[in-house]
């Protein structure tokens, strides 16, 4: 069996979770792969809505293995937190779900860390959540960094205080005054006992080996969905560095944040907006400043799940969607918001760039350097309700143009397109 694949192809915030949630049915596991708490995967169904954070976007079945991978970094407070809040709904997250005993641990001082790194950068920021996920990475890479399965040692608690000493002596180095900074408006001291108790929580949960779990259930021909977190442009990588996080959000980091082999890699859906949004700095070529950004953000409701910071919004980026279609070997797309630009008469797509160099379809090297004018492409606006739509030969036919348009530029069919945030309101061709 392979792998099926589902990742973001813009700056994160596209709805992947959403299509996790749609296309669990024809999976036996869904697989999280990257990311951590900064990540908000959002799911609506039956008048109620749901975020996601670190849990994978199938937990609603309960027949359905959910699995945290290695590659997820996980911070046992938020964790709790996630899954004492869908039991309060009546959904036990325990009892399908499975955790890497090789995923890192977000500690409070990489909190602490992540704050001071951000403020120590003033003007240059790059808009981080602050849930620790930079200082976690760079502990995995440092190779000094704490791991899921090391909560059952019996000198954990020894461990987690030497690296806690460490990082208190680097945000004294930094004159950063760890006591007056609030931790989801928790005082430090407060929230470290907090967290030591959802260590302790933790161990109630079924820890495995997950590279093992994987190859063995794909050979006994269970069907496996990697989901993604973040965006293709915010891969630490290929993204718009330094403005990105601190993971490989592409095609790379299924295998590496699952143990899966390249060769098991099967279907990739990249999952995109009608249109473009960003979250924090960096840049973004096609951002609207007036009037149709800001009609964009409030009738999709653009505001971070995670922070609730207002998105940055803008017209459909073609040469970045082509470039993460190229890095992620997508097989098929998936449109998602199509009906937050209902009302628009005209709508524009950038399909190439200019530059002092002339015109390319290029992402560049550099974003911030470059001096980037968009060459607009428009088409024509649908002007009518998506509201029950129930078929592809419903869609009206101006709709159907602006598809047949990205399949043509891109290369890859569109399998289907999200008009609401509801889990019925989904059309797959």
């Not at 779900?97 to 890192?104: G, I």
């Not at 143009?401 to 399949?407: M, P, T, W």
């Given at each position: 069996m392979?792998?099926d694949?589902?990742?973001?192809?813009q700056w994160?915030?596209?709805g992947k979770?959403?299509?996790v949630?749609?296309m669990?049915?024809?999976?036996?596991?869904i697989a999280?792969f990257?990311g951590?708490p900064?990540?908000?995967h959002?799911?609506e169904?039956k008048?109620r809505?749901?975020?996601?954070?670190?849990i994978?976007s199938?937990?609603?079945y309960?027949?359905?293995?959910n699995?945290?991978?290695?590659?997820v970094i996980?911070d046992p407070f938020i964790f709790?937190?996630e899954i004492?809040?869908l039991?309060?709904?009546?959904?036990?997250?325990?009892?399908?779900?499975?955790?890497?005993k090789?995923?890192?641990?977000?500690?409070?001082?990489?909190?602490?860390?992540d704050a001071?790194y951000e403020?120590?950068?003033g003007?240059?920021r790059?808009g981080s959540?602050?849930k620790?996920?930079?200082?976690?990475y760079?502990d995995?890479v440092?190779r000094?960094?704490l791991r899921?399965g090391?909560?059952?040692r019996?000198?954990?608690r020894?461990?987690?205080?030497n690296?806690?000493?460490n990082?208190?002596?680097?945000?004294?180095?930094m004159e950063?005054?760890a006591d007056?900074?609030l931790i989801?408006?928790?005082?430090?001291?407060?929230?470290?006992?907090q967290w030591?108790?959802?260590v302790d929580y933790?161990?109630?949960?079924?820890?495995v080996?997950?590279?093992y779990f994987l190859?063995?259930s794909?050979a006994?021909?269970?069907r496996v969905l990697?989901?993604?977190?973040?965006?293709?442009?915010?891969d630490?990588?290929?993204?718009s560095?330094?403005?990105?996080t601190?993971s490989?959000?592409s095609?790379g980091?299924v295998?590496?944040?699952?143990g899966?082999n390249?060769?098991?890699?099967?279907?990739?859906?990249?999952?995109?907006?009608?249109?473009c949004?960003?979250?924090?700095?960096?840049?973004?070529p096609?951002?609207?400043?007036g009037?149709q950004g800001d009609k964009m953000?409030?009738?999709g409701?653009?505001?971070?799940?995670?922070?609730?910071?207002?998105?940055?919004?803008g017209?459909?980026?073609l040469?970045?969607?082509?470039?993460?279609?190229m890095i992620?070997?997508?097989?098929?797309l998936?449109?998602?918001?199509t009906d937050?630009l209902d009302?628009f008469?005209?709508?524009?797509?950038?399909n190439?760039?200019?530059?002092?160099?002339?015109?390319t379809?290029?992402?560049p090297f550099d974003f911030?350097?470059?001096?980037i004018?968009?060459?607009?492409?428009?088409l024509r606006?649908?002007e009518?309700?998506?509201?029950?739509?129930?078929?592809?030969?419903?869609?009206?036919?101006v709709?159907?143009?602006?598809?047949?348009?990205i399949e043509?530029?891109?290369g890859i069919?569109?399998?289907?397109?999200s008009?609401?945030p509801?889990?019925t309101?989904t059309?797959?061709f």
């Amino acid at each position: 069996m392979k792998v099926d694949v589902i990742l973001g192809l813009q700056w994160g915030d596209e709805g992947k979770g959403k299509i996790v949630d749609v296309m669990t049915p024809q999976y036996d596991i869904i697989a999280r792969f990257q990311g951590g708490p900064n990540a908000g995967h959002t799911i609506e169904f039956k008048n109620r809505k749901y975020v996601l954070h670190t849990i994978p976007s199938g937990i609603f079945y309960p027949k359905k293995t959910n699995l945290v991978g290695n590659g997820v970094i996980l911070d046992p407070f938020i964790f709790r937190k996630e899954i004492i809040n869908l039991a309060e709904y009546g959904i036990d997250a325990t009892s399908n779900l499975l955790v890497s005993k090789k995923a890192h641990l977000i500690t409070p001082t990489h909190r602490l860390l992540d704050a001071a790194y951000e403020a120590l950068k003033g003007e240059s920021r790059i808009g981080s959540t602050l849930k620790g996920i930079g200082p976690t990475y760079t502990d995995k890479v440092a190779r000094i960094g704490l791991r899921v399965g090391d909560i059952l040692r019996d000198d954990f608690r020894v461990m987690y205080f030497n690296l806690r000493e460490n990082h208190l002596r680097l945000m004294q180095f930094m004159e950063f005054n760890a006591d007056s900074f609030l931790i989801d408006d928790i005082p430090f001291n407060r929230y470290e006992e907090q967290w030591l108790d959802a260590v302790d929580y933790m161990k109630t949960l079924k820890l495995v080996d997950a590279e093992y779990f994987l190859h063995r259930s794909l050979a006994a021909g269970k069907r496996v969905l990697a989901e993604g977190a973040q965006g293709t442009m915010l891969d630490v990588d290929f993204g718009s560095y330094p403005f990105v996080t601190s993971s490989n959000t592409s095609i790379g980091g299924v295998c590496s944040g699952l143990g899966i082999n390249p060769g098991n890699i099967g279907e990739v859906t990249g999952v995109f907006k009608a249109y473009c949004t960003r979250v924090g700095s960096g840049p973004f070529p096609t951002e609207q400043f007036g009037d149709q950004g800001d009609k964009m953000r409030e009738r999709g409701h653009e505001y971070g799940s995670t922070t609730g910071r207002p998105r940055r919004c803008g017209w459909l980026d073609l040469v970045a969607l082509k470039y993460a279609i190229m890095i992620n070997g997508v097989t098929r797309l998936f449109m998602m918001k199509t009906d937050v630009l209902d009302d628009f008469s005209r709508i524009l797509i950038g399909n190439g760039y200019m530059t002092g160099k002339g015109k390319t379809g290029d992402v560049p090297f550099d974003f911030l350097q470059e001096d980037i004018k968009v060459i607009y492409k428009e088409l024509r606006g649908w002007e009518t309700s998506l509201k029950g739509l129930k078929s592809k030969d419903e869609m009206p036919v101006v709709l159907q143009e602006y598809v047949d348009f990205i399949e043509k530029e891109t290369g890859i069919p569109v399998m289907g397109v999200s008009f609401g945030p509801d889990r019925t309101q989904t059309l797959i061709f």
